[in-house]
């Protein structure tokens, strides 16, 4: 009798029905145990790279690590489901340094420990070795307003150019569910036509030098932070000094009360992105190769090489559009190697890469 009172006091979880319930899983607000938990956070993740058919058996993987939540939860799954359902991947970790004191060295420090608790190599890219220049030095020169555009024009080729060096033939990134849906709503609100149209692909970049994979396309923020947690993984937590917490995070915030609203918006946010038609009038930039570099680039000069322009002849505004004070020869340079669009800047706020 006291027994059937004490099991009627204690949540039963909702799978399993004879563990306690232990949380209330934000996708799907049931109240579940620990071990179901885990269960289905990594069978969800599995089957998303089972149906997309994300890897091939014998693939070299580079797993893009900040140190943060979302990339060493990626690692720590993605070695677990390398070994239990025999992928086949060999998997190595590569990092990005900007060059940002009291923020990616302190991060770098959680990789190097990720590289040895989950047995992975580590590959370190830096933009002084890549481009002359850390943040810290770009951030003296330009001040806060445009720092973000140089930091993610040379994020994504820093990453590519570290993926060649491993010799890798993917790399997946720990973008979740929640920065998918963000960047659905950022574009719809930019007018950003071609980037809306790519930003829900799971996988990206297949006609550039290194296609870029998404595993954590449908999994919750708030899951991988309990995940995190709960398996007391080693990660970084502190935002960037030089983040500008601006429009991203307006639509961050908006997102956020979706969420509490009703848990679903975040994936049918996605959906909606996913079934978006473009119009076969809408010009679609042609790929190329920068005339300077060599990386694929749409334009004589990749975005890389144009802002790098600007930095190293002391006019920094160059290759974000303002012309303003440059002789005829620069403006005539600038409007070839870019067109006439301006760059527009994509902060990463607290997301990883
Ligand atoms: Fe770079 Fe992100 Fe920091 Fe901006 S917020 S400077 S993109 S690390």
């Known amino acids: 009798m006291e027994g059937n009172h004490e099991k009627a006091r204690v949540r039963l979880c909702y799978l399993c029905n004879q563990r306690r319930a232990a949380l209330k899983r934000p996708k799907t607000l049931e109240q579940i145990c620990r071990e179901c938990f885990y269960e289905v956070f990594e069978e969800e993740i599995h089957q998303v790279i089972v149906k997309n058919q994300l890897f091939k058996p014998g693939e070299r993987i580079a797993i893009g690590a900040s140190g943060g939540k979302d990339s060493t939860v990626l690692a720590y799954v993605l070695s677990e489901l ?35 608790q989950y047995g992975l190599p580590l590959k370190i890219v830096s933009y002084k070795d890549l481009y002359g220049w850390t943040m810290d030095e770009i951030v003296k020169t330009i001040g806060l307003k445009n720092n973000c555009t140089f930091c993610g024009v040379f994020r994504r080729q820093a990453l590519d150019r570290g993926a060649a060096l491993l010799k890798v033939d993917k790399l997946v990134t720990g973008h979740n569910a929640d920065d998918i849906a963000e960047t659905v709503l950022l574009n719809i609100l930019r007018g950003d036509i071609a980037r809306l149209s790519r930003c829900t692909s799971i996988t990206t970049g297949e006609d550039g030098p290194i296609p870029r994979c998404k595993p954590f396309k449908y999994t919750y923020e708030k899951e991988i932070v309990m995940y995190a947690y709960f398996k007391r993984l080693d990660y970084f937590s502190t935002e960037c000094i030089y983040s500008p ?109």
Not at 100 to 111: F, K, M, Q
Not at 290 to 307: D, N
Request: a positive charge; hydrophobic letters at 30%; glycine letters at 10%.
């Open 82 to 116: 390398n070994r239990r359902h025999n992928y086949g991947l060999d998997l190595f970790l590569l990092s990005v340094d900007e060059g940002i004191t009291g923020y990616r060295d302190d991060s770098l420090e959680t990789v190097k420990r990720n590289e040895l």
């Open 245 to 353: 917490n601006a429009y991203r995070g307006f639509a961050r915030e908006f997102i956020k009360d979706l969420e509490r609203m009703r848990p679903r918006a975040i994936l049918d946010i996605i959906k909606s992105g996913e079934d978006f038609r473009i119009s076969t009038s809408t010009k679609m930039p042609e790929q190329g190769i920068c005339e300077r570099c060599g990386y694929i680039s749409s334009q004589k000069w990749c975005k890389a090489c144009v802002l790098l322009e600007g930095l190293n002849k002391g006019l920094p505004k160059l290759g974000i559009g303002r012309s303003r004070g440059l002789d005829n020869n620069h403006r005539k340079d600038v409007k070839q190697s870019n067109g006439t669009k301006n760059i527009e800047g994509k902060q990463c706020g607290s997301l990883d890469f």
